[in-house]
């Protein structure tokens, strides 16, 4: 059950709360696959870091880690403190670099 006590009183969610909800229902999708299936997905994942606050995407990043999961993310930025155990790879003007 996703629960938002803590949001302001208003109507709509904010981008970041928006992406937490999304990412919340995708992870979800990934369980039920995993137990239903047998197999673990693929995950892709474009621009994680985007709308995430550095807590938030601690977590998420700490839950794919621990998930099992491959996980592709994409991203124009994403903080070194996050990326310890993780494959990095750079693409700058069409080449890749390790």
Known sequence: ???FEQAPERHQLSRGQTKL???ACLLAQ???FREFRGATPLLLLDDLAAELD???LE???SY???SGAQAWITGTDFPSRC???MRVFHVEHGVLRA
Do not use: D, S
């Open 64 to 66: 794919l880690r621990n």
């Open 83 to 85: 990326q310890p155990g």
């Open 21 to 23: 909800a999304a990412l």
């Open 1 to 3: 059950m996703l629960g």
């Open 59 to 61: 977590q998420v990043v």
């Open 54 to 56: 550095t807590t938030h």
């Open 30 to 32: 990934f369980e039920v």
